[in-house]
Protein backbone atom coordinates (compact mmCIF):
# COMPACT_ATOMS: atom_id res chain seq x y z
CA UNK A 1 0.00 0.00 0.00
CA UNK A 2 0.94 3.57 -1.06
CA UNK A 3 1.39 5.78 1.67
CA UNK A 4 -0.68 8.15 -0.08
CA UNK A 5 -3.64 5.83 0.31
CA UNK A 6 -2.92 4.95 3.87
CA UNK A 7 -6.18 6.19 5.37
CA UNK A 8 -6.77 4.56 9.02
CA UNK A 9 -10.30 4.41 9.93
CA UNK A 10 -10.96 5.31 13.71
CA UNK A 11 -13.93 3.98 15.84
CA UNK A 12 -15.13 5.17 19.51
CA UNK A 13 -17.46 3.06 21.85
CA UNK A 14 -18.18 2.66 25.59
CA UNK A 15 -16.00 -0.23 25.45
CA UNK A 16 -13.25 0.15 23.19
CA UNK A 17 -11.51 2.54 20.31
CA UNK A 18 -10.38 0.46 17.74
CA UNK A 19 -8.03 2.09 14.40
CA UNK A 20 -8.37 -0.07 11.84
CA UNK A 21 -6.05 -0.30 8.46
CA UNK A 22 -7.90 -1.63 4.99
CA UNK A 23 -7.12 -1.88 1.76
CA UNK A 24 -9.79 -2.38 -0.95
CA UNK A 25 -9.78 -5.84 -2.80
CA UNK A 26 -9.59 -5.39 -6.69
CA UNK A 27 -13.37 -7.86 -7.77
CA UNK A 28 -12.38 -11.14 -10.02
CA UNK A 29 -12.78 -11.13 -13.73
CA UNK A 30 -16.38 -10.15 -15.03
CA UNK A 31 -17.24 -9.36 -11.34
CA UNK A 32 -19.44 -5.98 -10.78
CA UNK A 33 -19.98 -6.69 -7.11
CA UNK A 34 -18.99 -4.28 -4.46
CA UNK A 35 -15.49 -2.99 -3.90
CA UNK A 36 -14.54 -5.62 -0.95
CA UNK A 37 -11.61 -4.31 2.03
CA UNK A 38 -8.60 -6.53 3.46
CA UNK A 39 -7.71 -5.11 7.07
CA UNK A 40 -3.92 -5.25 6.90
CA UNK A 41 -3.65 -3.99 10.77
CA UNK A 42 -5.64 -2.62 13.69
CA UNK A 43 -4.63 -1.28 17.09
CA UNK A 44 -7.35 -1.73 20.11
CA UNK A 45 -8.03 -0.16 23.20
CA UNK A 46 -9.88 -2.13 25.97
CA UNK A 47 -11.24 0.58 27.94
CA UNK A 48 -12.47 -2.06 31.00
CA UNK A 49 -8.98 -3.54 30.72
CA UNK A 50 -7.38 -1.38 30.27
CA UNK A 51 -4.92 -3.24 27.54
CA UNK A 52 -3.81 -2.38 24.19
CA UNK A 53 -3.57 -4.47 21.27
CA UNK A 54 -1.47 -3.99 18.41
CA UNK A 55 -1.84 -6.71 15.15
CA UNK A 56 -0.54 -6.60 11.98
CA UNK A 57 -2.19 -9.28 9.81
CA UNK A 58 -0.13 -11.66 7.15
CA UNK A 59 3.10 -11.00 8.90
CA UNK A 60 5.18 -13.10 11.05
CA UNK A 61 7.69 -12.63 13.64
CA UNK A 62 11.14 -14.94 13.75
CA UNK A 63 12.53 -15.36 17.41
CA UNK A 64 15.93 -14.15 16.81
CA UNK A 65 14.48 -10.65 16.70
CA UNK A 66 14.56 -11.25 20.86
CA UNK A 67 18.68 -11.21 19.95
CA UNK A 68 20.09 -7.47 20.21
CA UNK A 69 20.88 -5.75 16.94
CA UNK A 70 18.36 -8.25 15.24
CA UNK A 71 15.82 -6.34 13.25
CA UNK A 72 13.76 -7.22 10.01
CA UNK A 73 13.85 -3.00 8.86
CA UNK A 74 17.63 -3.02 8.31
CA UNK A 75 17.80 -2.64 4.38
CA UNK A 76 13.74 -1.16 4.06
CA UNK A 77 14.32 2.33 4.08
CA UNK A 78 10.07 2.87 3.76
CA UNK A 79 10.06 1.92 7.76
CA UNK A 80 11.04 4.05 10.65
CA UNK A 81 13.76 2.03 12.93
CA UNK A 82 16.47 -0.74 11.95
CA UNK A 83 18.64 -0.02 15.04
CA UNK A 84 17.89 -3.85 16.45
CA UNK A 85 16.32 -2.31 19.87
CA UNK A 86 12.95 -1.26 19.96
CA UNK A 87 11.18 -4.21 20.56
CA UNK A 88 13.59 -5.62 23.17
CA UNK A 89 13.53 -1.70 25.13
CA UNK A 90 9.78 -1.08 25.06
CA UNK A 91 9.36 -4.19 26.38
CA UNK A 92 11.82 -3.95 29.39
CA UNK A 93 10.31 -0.22 30.04
CA UNK A 94 6.80 -1.65 30.13
CA UNK A 95 7.78 -4.49 32.19
CA UNK A 96 9.41 -2.21 34.58
CA UNK A 97 6.04 0.01 34.67
CA UNK A 98 4.43 -3.87 35.72
CA UNK A 99 2.66 -4.54 32.64
CA UNK A 100 2.29 -7.35 31.28
CA UNK A 101 3.76 -7.75 27.43
CA UNK A 102 2.63 -10.56 25.37
CA UNK A 103 3.87 -10.85 21.57
CA UNK A 104 1.66 -13.80 19.77
CA UNK A 105 3.61 -14.91 16.21
CA UNK A 106 4.65 -17.31 14.01
CA UNK A 107 3.14 -19.88 16.31
CA UNK A 108 4.20 -19.14 19.55
CA UNK A 109 3.60 -16.85 22.83
CA UNK A 110 6.07 -14.66 23.65
CA UNK A 111 5.32 -13.59 27.26
CA UNK A 112 8.09 -11.29 29.23
CA UNK A 113 8.72 -10.85 32.52
CA UNK A 114 11.30 -10.85 35.61
CA UNK A 115 12.23 -13.42 37.72
CA UNK A 116 15.01 -14.15 40.64
CA UNK A 117 15.24 -13.24 43.81
CA UNK A 118 15.33 -9.24 43.65
CA UNK A 119 13.64 -9.30 40.23
CA UNK A 120 16.63 -8.51 38.07
CA UNK A 121 16.17 -10.91 35.43
CA UNK A 122 14.39 -10.01 32.56
CA UNK A 123 13.40 -12.93 30.32
CA UNK A 124 10.89 -14.23 27.30
CA UNK A 125 9.43 -17.21 27.39
CA UNK A 126 8.60 -18.72 24.22
CA UNK A 127 5.48 -21.54 24.44
CA UNK A 128 4.37 -23.26 21.36
CA UNK A 129 0.52 -22.32 20.74
CA UNK A 130 -1.51 -25.13 20.78
CA UNK A 131 -3.87 -25.42 17.16
CA UNK A 132 -7.48 -24.48 17.11
CA UNK A 133 -9.81 -23.74 14.76
CA UNK A 134 -9.66 -20.35 12.98
CA UNK A 135 -11.98 -17.91 13.45
CA UNK A 136 -11.68 -16.62 10.10
CA UNK A 137 -12.43 -20.02 8.35
CA UNK A 138 -15.28 -19.96 5.67
CA UNK A 139 -18.56 -20.43 7.62
CA UNK A 140 -17.44 -18.07 10.63
CA UNK A 141 -18.11 -14.60 10.98
CA UNK A 142 -15.73 -12.10 10.27
CA UNK A 143 -14.70 -10.22 13.49
CA UNK A 144 -11.63 -8.47 14.10
CA UNK A 145 -8.64 -10.56 15.53
CA UNK A 146 -4.86 -11.81 15.02
CA UNK A 147 -4.26 -15.84 14.36
CA UNK A 148 -1.28 -16.75 16.43
CA UNK A 149 0.00 -18.69 13.13
CA UNK A 150 -0.29 -15.85 10.35
CA UNK A 151 -0.16 -12.79 12.16
CA UNK A 152 1.96 -10.83 15.11
CA UNK A 153 0.04 -9.37 17.63
CA UNK A 154 1.36 -7.61 20.52
CA UNK A 155 -1.14 -7.17 23.80
CA UNK A 156 -0.01 -4.45 26.87
CA UNK A 157 -2.29 -4.64 29.53
CA UNK A 158 -2.11 -4.98 33.50
CA UNK A 159 0.57 -7.12 35.31
CA UNK A 160 0.42 -9.35 38.25
CA UNK A 161 0.91 -6.00 40.45
CA UNK A 162 0.98 -3.66 38.24
CA UNK A 163 -2.14 -0.83 37.39
CA UNK A 164 -4.44 -0.66 34.00
CA UNK A 165 -3.05 0.75 31.45
CA UNK A 166 -4.65 4.35 31.45
CA UNK A 167 -6.43 5.79 28.62
CA UNK A 168 -4.28 8.75 28.97
CA UNK A 169 -1.33 6.97 28.44
CA UNK A 170 -2.37 5.26 25.03
CA UNK A 171 -3.46 8.58 23.84
CA UNK A 172 0.17 9.86 24.82
CA UNK A 173 1.58 7.08 22.72
CA UNK A 174 -1.17 7.74 19.55
CA UNK A 175 0.03 11.59 19.61
CA UNK A 176 3.27 10.90 18.34
CA UNK A 177 2.50 9.34 15.39
CA UNK A 178 0.78 11.55 12.76
CA UNK A 179 -0.59 8.99 10.10
CA UNK A 180 -3.06 7.29 12.51
CA UNK A 181 -4.66 10.94 12.66
CA UNK A 182 -3.89 13.03 9.45
CA UNK A 183 -5.15 16.50 10.00
CA UNK A 184 -7.44 18.08 7.47
CA UNK A 185 -5.06 20.85 7.54
CA UNK A 186 -1.83 18.48 5.93
CA UNK A 187 -1.25 18.34 2.40
CA UNK A 188 0.25 14.97 2.20
CA UNK A 189 2.65 14.01 -1.27
CA UNK A 190 4.88 11.39 -2.56
CA UNK A 191 7.99 13.18 -0.61
CA UNK A 192 6.50 14.17 2.87
CA UNK A 193 3.55 15.41 4.49
CA UNK A 194 3.14 19.31 5.48
CA UNK A 195 1.30 19.77 8.55
CA UNK A 196 -0.03 23.19 8.81
CA UNK A 197 -1.84 22.98 11.42
CA UNK A 198 -1.18 24.98 14.77
CA UNK A 199 -0.98 21.70 16.64
CA UNK A 200 1.88 19.99 14.53
CA UNK A 201 3.91 23.38 14.69
CA UNK A 202 7.23 22.58 15.33
CA UNK A 203 6.86 19.50 14.60
CA UNK A 204 9.05 17.29 13.10
CA UNK A 205 8.36 13.42 12.16
CA UNK A 206 10.03 11.06 10.63
CA UNK A 207 8.13 8.05 8.87
CA UNK A 208 5.17 8.88 10.71
CA UNK A 209 6.88 8.71 14.41
CA UNK A 210 7.76 12.37 16.20
CA UNK A 211 11.47 13.42 16.30
CA UNK A 212 11.82 14.72 20.01
CA UNK A 213 14.11 17.04 19.45
CA UNK A 214 12.96 18.70 15.76
CA UNK A 215 14.72 22.09 17.05
CA UNK A 216 17.84 22.49 15.08
CA UNK A 217 20.03 25.29 17.35
CA UNK A 218 17.63 27.13 19.48
CA UNK A 219 15.37 27.59 16.28
CA UNK A 220 12.22 25.75 16.55
CA UNK A 221 10.45 24.83 12.92
CA UNK A 222 7.64 27.39 11.57
CA UNK A 223 5.21 24.55 10.74
CA UNK A 224 5.04 21.14 10.78
CA UNK A 225 6.76 17.69 8.58
CA UNK A 226 6.34 14.13 8.21
CA UNK A 227 9.52 13.14 6.38
CA UNK A 228 9.40 9.60 4.25
CA UNK A 229 13.50 10.03 4.33
CA UNK A 230 16.47 10.46 6.92
CA UNK A 231 17.30 8.29 10.15
CA UNK A 232 17.64 9.29 13.81
CA UNK A 233 20.49 8.87 16.41
CA UNK A 234 20.42 5.95 18.50
CA UNK A 235 18.27 7.30 20.86
CA UNK A 236 15.76 8.21 18.61
CA UNK A 237 15.86 11.57 20.29
CA UNK A 238 17.16 14.05 16.90
CA UNK A 239 17.45 13.40 13.01
CA UNK A 240 21.16 12.27 11.76
CA UNK A 241 21.16 14.23 8.93
CA UNK A 242 20.04 17.96 9.28
CA UNK A 243 21.08 19.50 5.96
CA UNK A 244 19.22 16.63 4.06
CA UNK A 245 16.43 17.37 6.19
CA UNK A 246 16.29 21.04 5.34
CA UNK A 247 16.30 19.94 1.17
CA UNK A 248 13.68 17.04 2.27
CA UNK A 249 11.30 19.67 3.69
CA UNK A 250 11.62 22.29 0.94
CA UNK A 251 10.98 19.03 -1.95
CA UNK A 252 7.84 18.83 0.86
CA UNK A 253 7.00 22.36 -0.04
CA UNK A 254 7.41 22.08 -3.39
CA UNK A 255 5.45 19.23 -3.87
CA UNK A 256 2.35 20.63 -1.71
CA UNK A 257 2.12 23.86 -3.78
CA UNK A 258 2.17 21.45 -7.11
CA UNK A 259 -0.79 19.35 -5.76
CA UNK A 260 -2.73 22.16 -3.67
CA UNK A 261 -1.29 25.99 -4.76
CA UNK A 262 -4.30 27.76 -2.88
CA UNK A 263 -3.41 26.36 0.44
CA UNK A 264 0.54 26.28 0.42
CA UNK A 265 1.66 28.55 -1.94
CA UNK A 266 0.61 31.55 0.49
CA UNK A 267 1.86 29.78 3.40
CA UNK A 268 5.12 28.99 2.28
CA UNK A 269 5.24 32.72 1.33
CA UNK A 270 5.14 33.52 4.91
CA UNK A 271 7.52 31.69 5.63
CA UNK A 272 10.38 32.93 3.82
CA UNK A 273 8.87 36.19 4.06
CA UNK A 274 8.53 36.64 7.71
CA UNK A 275 10.24 34.18 9.32
CA UNK A 276 13.95 34.02 7.20
CA UNK A 277 15.90 32.19 10.54
CA UNK A 278 13.48 29.27 10.84
CA UNK A 279 14.81 26.48 10.42
CA UNK A 280 12.70 25.47 7.62
CA UNK A 281 13.39 28.47 5.05
CA UNK A 282 17.34 27.87 5.51
CA UNK A 283 19.02 26.75 2.27
CA UNK A 284 15.61 28.50 0.19
CA UNK A 285 18.06 30.49 -1.89
CA UNK A 286 19.81 27.03 -3.07
CA UNK A 287 16.61 24.90 -2.63
CA UNK A 288 13.61 26.44 -4.34
CA UNK A 289 13.31 25.91 -7.72
CA UNK A 290 12.33 27.98 -10.44
CA UNK A 291 9.29 26.96 -10.96
CA UNK A 292 8.50 27.12 -7.28
CA UNK A 293 10.22 30.75 -7.11
CA UNK A 294 7.99 32.24 -10.13
CA UNK A 295 4.89 31.04 -8.28
CA UNK A 296 6.15 33.06 -5.23
CA UNK A 297 7.11 36.34 -7.30
CA UNK A 298 3.33 35.76 -9.36
CA UNK A 299 2.25 35.68 -5.90
CA UNK A 300 3.48 39.18 -4.45
CA UNK A 301 3.23 40.94 -7.66
CA UNK A 302 -1.03 40.01 -7.09
CA UNK A 303 -0.51 41.48 -3.62
CA UNK A 304 -1.79 45.23 -3.52
CA UNK A 305 0.88 46.75 -1.57
CA UNK A 306 3.29 45.42 -4.04
CA UNK A 307 2.05 47.59 -7.07
CA UNK A 308 5.05 50.44 -7.58
CA UNK A 309 7.53 48.67 -5.58
CA UNK A 310 10.67 47.49 -7.06
CA UNK A 311 12.35 44.24 -5.75
CA UNK A 312 16.18 43.46 -6.47
CA UNK A 313 19.03 41.62 -4.79
CA UNK A 314 21.74 43.57 -2.64
CA UNK A 315 24.66 43.23 -5.18
CA UNK A 316 21.84 45.06 -7.84
CA UNK A 317 21.23 48.13 -5.62
CA UNK A 318 23.98 50.59 -7.48
CA UNK A 319 22.62 49.01 -10.76
CA UNK A 320 19.97 50.40 -13.06
CA UNK A 321 17.23 47.98 -14.48
CA UNK A 322 14.92 49.55 -17.51
CA UNK A 323 12.72 46.61 -18.04
CA UNK A 324 11.66 43.91 -14.85
CA UNK A 325 9.36 41.63 -17.33
CA UNK A 326 5.57 40.34 -15.80
CA UNK A 327 6.29 36.79 -14.72
CA UNK A 328 2.71 36.29 -16.44
CA UNK A 329 4.73 37.56 -19.52
Known sequence: ???LDFAPHVSVTSEAI???VEEPIAPGPGGARPLARRVLGYIRFNKAQGSAEFANLGSSLDPQCLEMGNTTKKNDDRLAGGHGEGLKIAALVLSRADHHVKISASGLYWNF???GQARTNFYCRLTPAKAKRDPRAPGHPARLSAD???DVSVLVEKGQKGQRLSLNNFGVWMRDTVDLHA?????????GDLLLG????GRLYLKGLRVPESSQGHQPFRFGYNLVRGSVDRDRQRLVDAPQAVANIHSIWEHAIMQDEAKALPRYLELLRDHP???DAR???RLVTETTAKKLWAAICCEPMARGVFYCRESDQNEVCTHLPHPRA
Do not use: D
Open 18 to 20: TIV
Open 277 to 279: SSP
Open 1 to 3: MSL
Open 148 to 150: VGR
Open 183 to 191: PSSSVRTPV
Open 113 to 115: GFN
Open 198 to 201: SVHW
Open 283 to 285: GAE
